[in-house]
């Protein structure tokens, strides 16, 4: 069946204790929901596994606390998500039962990270943000790097008088991106600091319909774009999307219904991804990756409502 749907997936359930693991891959059937925001919950993920029997389930539920989603096509899939199992739930749809998970990206130490510091007259912005970021115990991408003598963003956020920070790190990040303009991100592998501005990571994917592309691209008040295309697990925030598209809509916030040319236009674009949102359900129709862009980096159009285009 997997050959037949050009479709691939493999749940691995693990302990964060222990070297037990369990891999479930098709026939069973498998629904999620895997959402990245720039916002304070970060990488979240909604599994649903069906066709287990109870006694499965309970092993998955007392022995396991974390998940790792691989999906995409025959040949080509990567890393969805990687992260901590916060609540399961059992349930049943007609004859069917099903295990729902319901999942972070935050590990139980990482979420509880914790910056107790104060910095003295004279010290960078950057450096603060780098070392608040070192406590959270992941890897971390500042994009561009904080030091790259071709961009000086992170420098140019310059330096505080004396600054006390005793919170928890994840808020702090948000609070200081919050005053100085970047956005913080939890990804499978690592967390991504990345401006909100102009600056993007330099991995660039077209969009069209020749490549995947589901619909016509959702063009709002302002240089936004939703676009829905086939499964993409390596397209992550702060890449660019180039959308090519003959066909367009245009939301309600800027449409002139007596225009119709506004909706058979050509319409192409270059946009920051800023929220993703990668939804499956292996034996239906959806199989695909929503992704919300804007022009001028991954700074958020709060007028946009497209993310569940999906």
């Known amino acids: 069946m997997t050959l037949l749907y050009g479709r691939y997936y493999e749940v691995k359930l693990y302990s964060s204790t222990s070297g037990e693991y369990l891999k479930i891959t098709a026939p069973v059937q498998i629904q999620f929901r895997v959402s990245y925001y720039p916002y304070a919950v970060k990488g979240t993920a909604e599994i649903t596994l069906y066709g ?49 998970l319901y999942c972070s990206m935050f590990g139980r130490d990482e979420s509880l990270a914790h910056t107790n510091t104060t910095w003295g007259a004279g010290t960078r912005v950057c450096d603060i943000v780098s070392e608040i970021a ?36 994840y808020r702090a990040l948000d609070n200081l991106g919050d005053s100085h303009g970047f956005f913080v991100y939890r990804l499978a592998d690592r967390v991504l600091i990345i401006p909100g501005t102009a600056h993007g990571s330099g991995v660039v994917h077209e969009i069209s319909a020749e490549n995947g592309m589901e619909g016509s691209p959702l063009f709002t008040t302002g240089p936004t774009v939703n ?14 999307i180039v959308v090519k598209s003959r066909y367009s809509v245009v939301s309600a916030q800027g449409a002139n219904t007596m225009d119709q040319t506004q909706f058979t236009q050509t319409k192409s674009g270059r946009y920051y991804a800023s ?36």
Request: net charge negative; proline share 6%; hydrophobic share 35%.
């Open 275 to 310: 929220s993703i949102i990668h939804v499956g359900d292996f034996y239906g129709e959806t199989w695909s990756t929503s992704v919300q862009g804007f022009v001028n980096g991954v700074n958020h159009n709060p007028v946009t409502t497209g993310d569940d285009n999906g």
């Open 134 to 169: 070192s406590s959270l115990g992941v890897p971390v991408t500042f994009v561009p790097p904080v030091d790259s003598t071709e961009n000086t963003f992170w420098p140019s956020l310059g330096r505080v008088q004396r600054l006390s920070i005793s919170e928890r790190s």
């Open 52 to 100: 287990l029997n109870m006694a499965s389930m309970d092993q998955i539920i007392s022995k396991y606390d974390r998940v790792k989603l691989v999906a995409g096509y025959v040949g080509g899939y990567d890393t969805l998500f990687d992260g901590n199992v916060f609540t399961p739930s059992k349930g049943k749809y007609g004859a069917d039962q099903y295990l729902l």
């Open 227 to 240: 676009v829905v295309t086939r499964l993409n697990p390596k397209l992550c925030p702060g890449d660019e």
